[in-house]
């Protein structure tokens, strides 16, 4: 891909701009199609404002992990018990993820293999359940991840699930329905945590329906990881059996998984992990995560964790301000998911709307809705890109202006110009 300066006429390839700026005449050279594509997406972030809840940007640190030579390293197994030699390093890399995510997360076993939510959550509930097991989670109607029941994932297929809600008078999670379910169905697991739902579960309660029922208690945290780690979210940990956890997202780490678990556990859980669900461990990833959960631990990400949830309250209001109705009248986390309905438009004219204009965020079903879900009525943001940026709370309060310009008057030329201004005076931070 080439581009044009308009005041000189010459042409460059972008493809040797793609790294923050700098050559990469490596790339380009051996493959100049990927290095163009790469470039045209740091410039397709450097001229949108990134507000979709699950994506974030890593840190330094972390990408120079993830490029580095455990890239190469099959180590099939765990450290001490590898099915290939020459992994001592490997087991070292480990061993460390390891340790930082039980320190910190005051967890008594932690295995750092898993790719991805998701896959934790597979071998979270192939270490505890058996094919037609009962599970009782939240309703992905409500705000529950694919992995708590959809038909067309394993979960809906392997396990009869049987999903709680939120009550309609004030968006939260109804305690006394998940009670009187668990006490029906008598269900193997109980799953506490949600993908849209912008407030802290009480996870005291639900282990005390949990025990009685005598059921397991797995926490799914992806979208909090990070707030849990800065200590600004409760931490499932001392209540919940298992508890599922994302490395991206707010933590700022590579793509992936991470489990957590009771002592009594931990045999089971890296057994689910591997042999059974996973082969070999993708060890530059895991030196990723080793990166993350160190940086994790410092006053500085404890600050950058207090600055997107106050970035997500201003958000959260400026919208409510501009028309639309923020679920549970605001957030906890740096969720915002609200309610486009009463400015006139669905979730995902709101998303097209958006996007136009260079803002990135996602439609989003919400509780009792009465749209299909393809079109929705809701919008789900998130606060974790733009704070890393380096955006603050004057940023986010104008942001919610120039979304509520856009969705009560629909494209506004001006409101797009602005965009591309406050992207570009963040381009390039992490």
């Not at 006429?9 to 493809?15: C, N």
């Not at 005390?208 to 940990?237: C, F, H, K, M, N």
């Not at 501009?322 to 004219?349: K, M």
Request: charged share 20%.
């Amino acid at each position: 891909m080439t581009v044009t300066d308009a005041a000189t006429g010459s042409t460059e390839t972008t493809g040797r701009r793609w790294a923050s700026g700098a050559p990469d005449e490596v790339l380009h050279r051996a493959d100049p199609q990927i290095a163009d594509l790469l470039a045209a997406e740091a410039e397709r972030r450097a001229e949108t404002i990134q507000l979709l809840a699950g994506e974030n940007l890593t840190s330094p640190a972390v990408l120079a992990a993830l490029a580095g030579p455990l890239i190469d390293k099959y180590a099939e197994g765990y450290p001490g018990r590898r099915h290939h030699t020459g992994c001592a390093l490997a087991d070292a890399a480990e061993l460390l993820a390891v340790d930082r995510a039980r320190a910190l997360f005051t967890a008594p076993h932690a295995n750092v293999q898993p790719r991805s939510a998701t896959s934790a959550m597979l071998a979270s509930y192939a270490a505890l359940l058996r094919p037609g097991d009962a599970v009782l989670a939240m309703s992905l109607e409500h705000g529950g991840h694919l992995s708590c029941g959809s038909r067309a994932n394993f979960s809906g297929r392997w396990f009869e699930f049987v999903g709680y809600g939120v009550r309609r008078e004030d968006g939260l999670v109804d305690l006394d329905q998940v009670r009187e379910l668990a006490r029906l169905h008598r269900p193997k697991a109980i799953v506490a945590g949600s993908i849209s739902h912008p407030r802290h579960p009480d996870w005291a309660a639900f282990r005390e329906i949990a025990d009685e029922v005598d059921a397991y208690l797995v926490a799914t945290v992806a979208q909090t990881t990070g707030l849990i780690a800065a200590g600004l979210a409760p931490s499932p940990v001392p209540y919940a059996d298992v508890t599922v956890a994302a490395t991206h997202k707010l933590l700022r780490g590579p793509r992936g998984g991470l489990l957590l678990s009771t002592a009594e556990l931990a045999d089971r859980i890296d057994r689910a992990v591997f042999p059974f669900t996973q082969g070999g461990a993708a060890m530059n990833e895991v030196a990723g995560k080793a990166v993350a959960l160190a940086e994790a631990a410092t006053p500085a990400y404890r600050a950058y964790a207090h600055r997107t949830v106050a970035g997500a309250r201003v958000l959260a209001a400026g919208l409510e301000a501009a028309g639309a109705r923020p679920l549970t009248g605001g957030t906890d986390t740096h969720l915002v998911t609200v309610d486009v309905g009463p400015l006139g438009v669905s979730g995902a004219e709101a998303e097209r709307r958006c996007a136009v204009a260079g803002l990135l965020l996602g439609k989003c079903a919400l509780p009792y809705d009465q749209a299909p879900p393809s079109e929705a009525s809701g919008i789900r943001l998130g606060t974790g890109t733009v704070t890393s940026q380096g955006m603050g709370e004057s940023e986010l309060t104008e942001i919610a202006g120039l979304i509520g310009r856009l969705l009560a008057g629909g494209t506004d030329v001006r409101v797009g110009e602005r965009v591309r201004e406050l992207a570009g005076a963040f381009a390039g931070r992490r």
